[in-house]
């Protein structure tokens, strides 16, 4: 089956900073990659996603990028907030199973 | 989006004892889900709940202990039966969108004393 592996599991930047979480597949076959925010006692939100025909996607300040080839893809978040502060989760899909990683606990610090 | 509700939100159970979750959606959906997140842990998806027929368990999970149910398109529930205090966690349903994206419900949060 697929394995997800997303990295730093803790971050912490300085309000304004740029963050990146990175994460790795191991199923060539996976072709949406989504990502899910999720606040303290929230529901996970999904905030941008990417699919396999599509190398990078920019939405406001949070990007993600794909490298099929390495099978890795990254979210990128430029001018971090303190509401950016939340446990973000990347995840890698091929038809309806998805494969969630591990968990990016992000903290900005004001 | 559709909506997505859940119920209970939470509860506080006695070992041994069973509960069921509902999971309500605002519109005809295909593909229902069912995921645990133990606390401070990713998702683990259960089972994909069915419309028509059994669900479909992913491995380390079974049917005697987590049934499931999919009686439309609109509703599932998930029971957990005969728990221990291992089986603690927030319990979420989940929904494919047009695009198959995933959106979950709130959750449901159950402690086993």
């Known amino acids: 089956g697929e394995n997800v592996e997303q990295h730093p599991s803790t971050l912490s930047v300085q309000e304004g900073d740029s963050a990146v979480i990175k994460c790795t597949y191991s199923d060539s076959a996976s072709n949406y990659f989504p990502w899910y925010k999720q606040e303290l006692g929230k529901r996970p939100q999904l905030i941008i996603d990417i699919r396999s025909n599509v190398g990078e996607k920019k939405d406001q300040r949070i990007a993600v990028t794909l490298n099929k080839t390495a099978k890795h893809f990254s979210l990128h978040i430029t001018e971090t907030q303190p509401e950016d502060s939340a446990v973000y989760f990347c995840a890698a899909s091929k038809g309806n199973q998805f494969y969630f990683g591990t968990g990016t606990s992000l903290t900005v610090i004001p | 989006s559709a909506v997505i509700s859940q119920k209970p939100s939470r509860d506080i159970c006695q070992r041994g004892t069973s509960l069921t979750i509902q999971c309500q959606v605002d519109s005809q959906v295909t593909m229902m889900f069912w995921y645990r997140q133990q606390p401070g842990q990713s998702l683990t998806l259960i089972a994909t709940a069915n419309q028509g027929s059994e669900a479909t368990y992913e491995s380390g999970f079974v049917i005697d202990k987590f049934p499931i149910s999919r009686p439309n398109l609109t509703f599932s529930t998930l029971t957990v039966s005969n728990m221990s205090p291992e089986d603690s966690s927030i319990y979420l349903c989940?929904?494919?969108?047009?695009?198959?994206?995933?959106?979950f419900g709130p959750g449901t949060r159950l402690t086993v004393l």
């Open positions: 989940s929904m494919t969108g047009s695009y198959n994206e995933q959106f």
